[in-house]
Structure formats: C-alpha cells, structure tokens
C-alpha cells in the first residue's frame, strides 16, 4: 500500500463528521444571541431561581464584613462554598 491510499484529505466522509458538531454549535449559540437583545428586567424574571437572592444578600454580608449571614443576625452555611467564592467579589 502507498502512502497515498491512507491520505485523508479531501475525504468526503469527514464533511459527515463536521456536521452534526457545527449544528450543535449553532443550536447552543442561537438561544445565547436571543438572550442578548432581551432587556436585562426580563432576563432576572424569567431565568434567575427564587434561590439566588438568598446567596447575593449572604455574598454582600461576607463583602462588607458581616460574615457568613443572611439576616445579619444568625450565622448561616447553608451554601456552596465555591459558589459563594465566585459571588462575593461581586460585591
């Protein structure tokens, strides 16, 4: 056999492969364009759990040097510690 009966350039079997990768690429990005052009009030109603206000409120209490706290009176650990790491620069 020669080296050029093992050559894959210009194979039209590797077009088949690319396909279905460029269209997964492009269903994950369309849904990421839309989210773009809609308003920012209506990005937070829609897609923000009722859950991430507890974690801003704990984030800005360990910012500004309350500690771990929602109220600011009762110590709390009821969160993901490496998600909180990512929050409280944030603030």
């Not at 077009?15 to 994950?28: E, K, Q, R, S, V």
């Not at 369309?30 to 109603?45: K, T």
């Not at 929602?70 to 944030?90: A, E, K, Q």
Request: proline share 8%; charged share 10%.
């Amino acid at each position: 056999m020669t080296d050029a009966m093992h050559t894959h350039d210009g194979c039209p079997g590797n077009a088949w492969i690319n396909l279905p990768i460029a269209a997964l690429f492009i269903g994950a990005c369309l849904p990421l364009a839309w989210a773009m052009w809609q308003p920012m009030g209506y990005i937070i109603e829609r897609f923000t759990p009722d859950d991430v206000f507890y974690y801003l409120k704990t984030a800005m209490n360990i910012a500004q040097g309350h500690g771990s706290t929602f109220d600011g009176v009762n110590r709390t650990n009821g969160y993901h510690p490496l998600w909180m790491l990512l929050l409280v620069p944030i603030y």
